[in-house]
């Protein structure tokens, strides 16, 4: 579930506000996204993948809150993973999509049957 | 109480709810056939629905004539012959002609080991970012967060839909003399890969205007995932061995039986440990082909390949099923004059029969779907003479609405949800489907169904969510409903007592009513020979 927005890093652009499917965000007086309805949170990572600033993080726990402090995630070099693999943000210089190993899957895949 | 009126009010020809692909698709063909579209998703068309976080393998056959008659046979028969072998044909034209349109408008298709285009797959985020973008470039307006709740009509057929704008909680409204419901399919908040905005909110606006369901009960779709995630993209565990509590080997990857998953964690805890990743170039590639899957496990701190995790079975309910609303003409009409359905939220017998599984079927009808919805939309509206702002038209929401309220006491929506969860989401129950066991299950589903008629409170949240209560009670209903009547053992449906397939039920299953569930029978149409040509849009810039 989303467990952290970043007020050091936010911009306020309201994007992650606006993706969210699930309407976790509320804006508060300062404009700033509060995670408002946590438990609707759907663990998809979107607002990660779309907020300019990597100023969110979303754990790996689908039911369960997870307790994380800003400068870890830092340290650990989590905060943006996400959007770096897919490559929004960095003008075009990386694409999942153009980085897809899905053709050549299977045959990493083959020799498993034969008990390799 | 009486209907409030809407704050926000638009009007136009086609309005699509739901903007997955199918919504997207269906808005761009609207638009690009000369209709003005409006698109109203619950949350955010680019990030909102099952595509969208994760991505999906596509049916994408070369017009080359034994190639697509083997698919088509393949699917005839795992589709337990429930298809139409000419819808079967063309949508296998229609993806590939928007496939290659996507590629057109720049989706970053990978090589493949022979440095050809590989267009079978995409990226969910990449795929959709680029949808929005082709969308509002054919001119079409977007409403995000602008979930429908209810739809509109008088006694010429449909004529818009009311709902709430989540982000302000105002009320809004549009007109149009066609809509077109995308709104996916219902997985019932189950928490697998995007899929808890898909509440079968759609399948029961339909039935409210009396839009028969077909195949309700092929709903019979677990997905796999790390016990702790939501990413339920099963491919990767093609690399994995799998133990029992113990730590016993019960499977070393390969092949696995059927329902391997369901007959272990119906015993007790099931690990996994991607074994066959077992070397750095095979890691990288497992990797780069699904990197949302590691996403969760690097962030916990597990790797995958050396360290053993815990899996469960999330239910995707008609999502990767094939039952949902009736489609009666070749460009995704319904039974009420101007409304259309598209993707999930469509019945997909026609082209995926009984069975959805092994991936591509459902990816790409919400493409076909979408586009040909679109068509149909924009040509039923434009035949108009006056727009859809002259109509007498009034809200037809029944269930779950703060105006249909029959009893001063709220609605227990997260009450009704978890007990709706409670018999919906054991493989018990809703796996290894028996007549008394499912019987009993109804039962108690048909006592959750007056909760849903009491009050609703007035945020937008309120709102939203007791409507999805009501549509999840009522596609529960059908389910189950679907599921005994159809007695014996078809494509994903499976009943202890009838293990076989039943010639004599080589029939569609249809059902009609919210409150009284009434069902037929319905012959599949067997007219070879003649086949709707695939929709052409000239497409001359890249977005
Ligand atoms: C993990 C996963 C992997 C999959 N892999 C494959 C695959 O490999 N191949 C394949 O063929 N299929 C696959 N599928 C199925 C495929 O994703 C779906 O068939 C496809 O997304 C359907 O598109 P859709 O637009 O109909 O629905 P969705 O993509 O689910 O979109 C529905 C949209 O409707 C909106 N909505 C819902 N209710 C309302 C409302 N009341 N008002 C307004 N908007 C609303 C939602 O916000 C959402 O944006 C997969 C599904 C999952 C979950
Ligand atoms: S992970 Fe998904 S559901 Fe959760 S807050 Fe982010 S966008 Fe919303
Ligand atoms: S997307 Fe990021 S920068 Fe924008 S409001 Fe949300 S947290 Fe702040």
């Known amino acids: ?116 | 109480m009486v209907s409030e009126q809407p704050e926000e009010r638009l009007v136009a020809d086609v309005l699509v709810i739901g903007g997955g692909p199918a919504g997207a698709w269906a808005a761009w063909s609207a638009a690009s056939h000369g209709a003005r579209t409006v698109l109203a998703d619950k949350g955010y068309l680019g990030t909102s629905g099952a595509t969208a976080p994760g991505g999906t393998g596509f049916l994408y056959v070369e017009p080359d004539k034994e190639k697509r008659e083997k698919a088509v046979a393949d699917r005839l028969k795992s589709g337990g012959y429930l298809s139409e072998e000419p819808w079967i044909y063309r949508l296998m034209e229609q993806a590939y002609l928007n496939i290659q349109l996507v590629e057109q408008w720049g989706y970053r298709f990978p090589l493949d080991e022979n440095g050809n285009l590989y267009k079978a797959h995409m990226q969910g985020p990449e795929y959709m970012e680029l949808m929005r973008r082709v969308v509002k470039k054919a001119g079409v307006t977007i409403l995000d967060q602008h979930p429908a709740l209810e739809l509109l009509t008088d006694e010429h057929g449909v004529g818009g839909a009311r709902g709430v704008n989540r982000l302000s909680g105002k009320s809004w409204e549009v007109r149009a003399h066609s809509v077109i419901l995308a709104t996916g399919g219902c997985a019932f908040l189950s928490k697998g890969l995007g899929c808890n905005v898909q509440t079968g909110d759609g399948q029961l606006m339909a039935a409210e205007l009396g839009v028969e369901m077909s195949g309700m009960e092929f709903s019979r779709q677990y997905a796999t995932t790390a016990a702790f995630g939501t990413v339920t993209r099963n491919r990767v565990l093609g690399f994995a061995s799998f133990y029992d509590e113990a730590g016993n080997v019960i499977h070393e990857g390969g092949p696995r039986q059927d329902h391997f998953f369901a007959v272990h964690l119906h015993k007790g805890p099931v690990y996994a440990m991607l074994t066959h990743g077992n070397t750095p170039e095979k890691q990288a590639i497992i990797r780069a082909s699904t990197p949302l899957w590691f996403v969760p496990f690097d962030r916990a701190g597990i790797d995958p390949f050396t360290q053993k995790f815990p899996i469960k079975m999330r239910y995707e309910g008609t999502i990767r099923g094939t039952g949902g609303i009736r489609l009666v003409g070749d460009y995704c009409s319904t039974t009420v004059p101007g409304l259309f359905a598209a993707g999930d939220a469509a019945s997909r017998e026609k082209t995926a029969g009984a069975r959805s599984g092994g991936g591509a079927y459902n990816a790409s009808w919400a493409i076909a779907s979408g586009t040909w919805s679109g068509k149909g939309a924009a040509e039923h509206a434009l035949a108009h003479g006056k727009s859809a702002d002259h109509r007498d038209l009034r809200p037809a929401g029944r269930y779950g609405l703060r105006h249909t309220a029959e009893s001063a006491e709220s609605i227990p929506v997260r009450e009704v949800v978890k007990a709706v969860q409670n018999e919906m989401f054991p493989l018990g129950i809703n796996y290894f489907r028996s007549e008394p066991i499912i019987a009993a299950s109804l039962e108690r589903l048909h006592k959750q169904w007056p909760l849903v008629r009491g009050g609703v409170g007035s945020s937008a949240t309120a709102r939203v969510q007791a409507r999805e209560a009501a549509a999840m009670v009522v596609n529960a209903r059908w389910m189950y409903s679907a599921a005994l009547i159809r007695k014996e053992t078809r494509g994903m449906h499976t009943m202890a007592e009838y293990p076989e397939l039943d010639e004599a039920m080589s029939s569609r299953l249809l059902l009609s009513g919210i409150g009284d569930i009434r069902h037929r029978w319905e012959d599949v149409p067997r007219s070879y020979g003649s086949i709707t040509p695939a929709v052409v849009v000239k497409e001359r810039q890249s977005v």
């Open chain 1, 1 to 116: 579930m989303i467990e952290l927005v970043s007020e050091d890093r936010c911009i306020q652009c309201g994007l992650c506000v606006k993706v969210c499917p699930t309407n976790v965000f509320d804006t508060n007086e300062d404009g700033l996204p509060v995670i408002a309805r946590q438990e609707d949170c759907q663990t998809c990572y979107m607002c990660e993948a779309y907020c300019p600033v990597d100023a969110l993080f979303v754990a790996h726990h689908a039911d369960e809150k997870v307790a994380v402090t800003e400068q870890d995630l830092i340290d650990r070099d989590l905060l943006g993973s996400w959007r770096a693999i897919i490559g929004f943000g960095s003008r075009g210089k990386v694409s999942m999509a153009a980085n897809d190993t899905t053709p050549i899957l299977r045959q990493a895949r083959s020799g498993i049957a034969r008990g390799e």
